[in-house]
């Protein structure tokens, strides 16, 4: 079940009964963005419905409907062959090499059965083996949700465990602290140290206890916070974003430990963790998830309509962004793969271009993969203690659209410092040889920038690829290649032996070659070195 790939569904709620919707690509941290109301909960409950054991007897769910696409493995294959040598013209080395590496879809069926919908290899009489192996796989999964509206108050001792709106919280923590059964460092250790990673610098806690205390006359188990400098204080009077990140880290760090989940894979559904969340606390939240998800191969569905998390997760690998749309009365799910669909979220979410004055400055570049290959090389040369979306944010200008921008702030053009008064520029030279001089544009950009004090960048090379060094190319590929790639040799011509249609696929090349990029192969090519360590300078400037 870890290795779903797309879902299918259709009838449920405001989804179109008619025909069926799909998120495609399931990856370790999955994001469902949309409006209020438009069908994000209604998709959680489709996945918590797959990741159960029982099927939820959810009013309107015909688990009939539900549809999903594994790939073929050799358990299933097992399963088949349980008790023979072969079958017809099968053996199972025959069908395990005809089925690898393909998708199968996958009805679910009443209770806890499944069956596979592809039975294109001939074997009907002896599908339920493979059935039987999905179901039990199946049988190993929970799913945890946590709710849009959620909150932690004393409670009374119990058996631990913890509901979708906070219910449970105070008691799990108190039968880990107090209870011999249990791992007290897992909360004193593990759970404060992701706390602090969280909540720092704003807030750093040195320890976390729980006491008895009165309430309406009845004893109950209150969690108090220690803060470093400041007074305990109890989880129940704290902020809603605190008892948020409190929930969440419950429920990675602690729920795993308990009985009810020994042995189990569990897969989250997180709703809004945005609420009362000030942005510099959501990325921190966002990226922890994203590490923690990768790091413990664990499966995450995010619904928000913050444009927070579009930034946090856009271009990382093994996350997928759903866009759930809502038009006419009837939801539908579109894929998140260009940054044109990404804008196209912005405008339903009605976010405005202010909303990136929330960042201390401004970094222009091209194109979304220039701003993948700098900040690769801040991680290679510098210090790299500065975090995108809080100290500094990337804006595009798209080539030949820079004619239109100005550093100056009376202009009939678009200014830039009017969007953000700490700004930095990146442009490619497109110079095809030596001797070649930069067009009046970017000259008169160079011009506006110097008389600013403000940084500018222009490539020593045509364009910022031709800074990639040929041994990054040859490790990411396994080809050698003769030499490198000219300084005012075009680089799309260079690359296009190695790697087919590289110009329309820029985002995807700058993703797969920037773990190829070291210190030692890029340290020496023309001026890199140096312009990143300025343009770093700059971004400690604007956050002194």
Request: aromatic share 12%; net charge negative.
């Amino acid at each position: 079940m870890h290795n779903v790939k797309n879902v299918r569904f259709k009838g449920y709620k405001v989804f179109t009964k008619n025909n069926y919707v799909e998120m495609k690509d399931i990856s370790h941290v999955n994001v469902i963005i949309g409006k209020n109301n438009c069908g994000k909960t209604s998709l959680l409950d489709i996945i918590e419905t797959i990741f159960s054991c029982k099927s939820l007897l959810r009013p309107g769910i015909d688990v009939e409907n539900i549809q999903f696409d594994v790939p073929f493995d050799k358990t299933m294959v097992d399963g088949i062959f349980s008790g023979y040598s072969g079958i017809g013209q099968w053996t199972a080395t025959k069908l395990a090499e005809a089925t690898e590496g393909k998708l199968y879809p996958i009805n679910l069926k009443a209770g806890e059965t499944v069956e596979i919908a592809d039975n294109s290899f001939g074997l009907s009489q002896h599908i339920n083996g493979a059935n039987r192996v999905l179901a039990s796989r199946r049988g190993n999964y929970s799913f945890r949700k946590i709710s849009a509206e959620r909150n932690v108050y004393p409670e009374a001792e119990s058996e631990p465990n913890l509901y979708s709106e906070g219910e449970g919280a105070s008691n799990l923590i108190a039968t880990f602290l107090n209870d011999s059964n249990y791992d007290e460092h897992i909360i004193e250790v593990d759970f404060l140290d992701a706390l602090n990673r969280i909540m720092k610098p704003e807030a750093e806690f040195e320890s976390i206890r729980v006491q008895q205390v009165n309430y309406d006359g009845k004893r109950l188990w209150e969690v108090f916070l220690q803060e470093k400098g400041a007074q305990r204080v109890p989880l129940s009077k704290t902020g809603s974003g605190l008892k948020t990140i409190v929930l969440v880290l419950l429920n990675l760090l602690v729920i795993p430990n308990i009985k009810a989940y020994s042995g189990k894979r569990i897969v989250y559904g997180f709703e809004e963790l945005e609420n009362n969340l000030h942005p510099a606390l959501q990325r921190r939240l966002f990226e922890y998830l994203y590490d923690f998800s990768l790091e413990n191969d664990v499966i995450l569905f995010l619904t928000t309509h913050s444009h927070i998390a579009i930034n946090a997760f856009f271009d990382k690998e093994n996350t997928s962004i759903y866009h759930v749309i809502k038009e006419n009365g009837s939801a539908s799910i579109k894929c998140i793969e260009t940054h044109i669909d990404k804008t196209e979220i912005l405008d339903d979410l009605d976010v405005k271009a202010s909303d990136i004055l929330q960042a201390n400055g401004i970094i222009w570049v091209e194109g979304p993969s220039d701003r993948i290959y700098i900040k690769r090389w801040f991680e290679l040369f510098t210090p790299n203690n500065y975090k995108e979306g809080k100290h500094f944010q990337f804006l595009y200008y798209g080539g030949r659209l820079l004619s239109q921008y100005s550093a100056e702030e009376e202009t009939d053009l678009i200014s830039i410092i009017t969007t953000n008064r700490n700004a930095a520029i990146v442009i490619d030279s497109d110079k095809r040889y030596k001797s070649a001089t930069l067009n009046d544009t970017k000259k008169r950009i160079m011009q506006e920038f110097d008389n600013l004090q403000m940084f500018y960048w222009i490539t020593k090379g045509k364009e910022i690829e031709n800074y990639l060094p040929k041994q990054a190319i040859e490790n990411m590929q396994s080809v050698k290649i003769k030499k490198e790639c000219g300084q005012y040799q075009l680089f799309p011509d260079y690359v296009e032996k190695y790697y087919k249609n590289f110009s329309n696929k820029k985002v995807p090349f700058a993703n797969k070659i920037k773990e190829y990029l070291t210190e030692e192969n890029s340290r020496n090519v023309f001026d890199l070195k140096k312009q990143i360590e300025q343009l770093y300078r700059q971004i400690q400037y604007w956050n002194e």
